[in-house]
């Protein structure tokens, strides 16, 4: 059933779990980070290391989808992708980008900005060797962001892969790697009570970092 539009002005959430302080966030953002990161997870959320990414191409155009952070440390937010695909592109022509970790059932979101690298080699190959085998096969047998005519075409190139690498280590393909984006900002978002949620921003400058309380 389609919802009208009524509907969707009546669906409304008073966010009222709790609240947050200045003098509870700690001052490495990082670290406020992995602290909200690890609730999120003790508390059985699915993918709660799922984030959005905020890309712009060559025209101005942005573009969103949802990428898993796996390595998260002083250097800022890691993921790994096809190095061949839209949002590699999009990187490459303009590496500043965005992300947004979103966690309902605690009423939390968390925003950032910055700019994108490249992750080492090394890096990138220690995690792909850390990868489930058919998740591996699967950077191998996708082409990223290319057209494709049917989904058989893909199962069929997956068994093609399968047969390949059958009975050997599989490599991390030169295609495929990490990017980690370095946060220059980074907001911690608690909802409360009649849209009058808290807002804390922390700004990376030349003598460290610095919190600013937002308006909701």
């Known amino acids: ?54 890309t712009v191409d060559a025209m101005g155009q942005p573009w969103t989808r949802t990428v898993l952070l796996k390595v998260c440390d002083a250097r800022g937010f890691t993921f790994f992708t096809n190095y061949k695909g839209t949002k590699a592109a999009h990187i490459a022509a303009e590496p500043r980008a965005a992300l947004t970790f979103w966690w309902s059932a605690l009423e939390r ?9 490249q992750t080492s080699r090394e890096e990138s190959e220690a995690y792909f060797a850390s990868r489930p085998l058919p998740s591996q ?41 990490g990017f980690c984006l370095k946060p220059d900002s980074i907001e911690f978002w608690q909802g409360r009570r009649s849209r009058l949620h808290d807002r804390f921003r922390y700004d990376r400058s030349p003598g460290g970092w610095g919190i600013t309380r937002l308006a909701p």
């Not at 609240?19 to 909200?36: N, S």
């Not at 979101?109 to 690298?117: A, K, P, S």
């Not at 058989?152 to 030169?174: D, V, W």
Request: proline share 5%; with cysteine.
């Open 1 to 54: 059933m389609a919802l009208t539009s009524q509907t969707l002005a009546d669906l409304r959430q008073d966010y009222s779990l709790r609240g947050l302080d200045l003098a509870e966030l700690d001052k490495d953002p990082m670290v406020q980070f992995q602290h909200w990161l690890g609730e999120a997870h003790s508390h059985d959320l699915i993918e709660p290391n799922a984030m959005t990414l905020a």
């Open 137 to 177: 096969l699967g950077a191998w047998a996708s082409p990223q962001s290319s057209t494709l005519e049917t989904r058989e075409a893909l199962e069929h190139s997956f068994a093609e892969q399968k047969a390949r690498f059958e009975g050997h280590q599989i490599p991390c393909p030169e295609h495929w790697g």
């Open 109 to 117: 979101q968390v925003n950032i900005t910055g700019r994108i690298v």
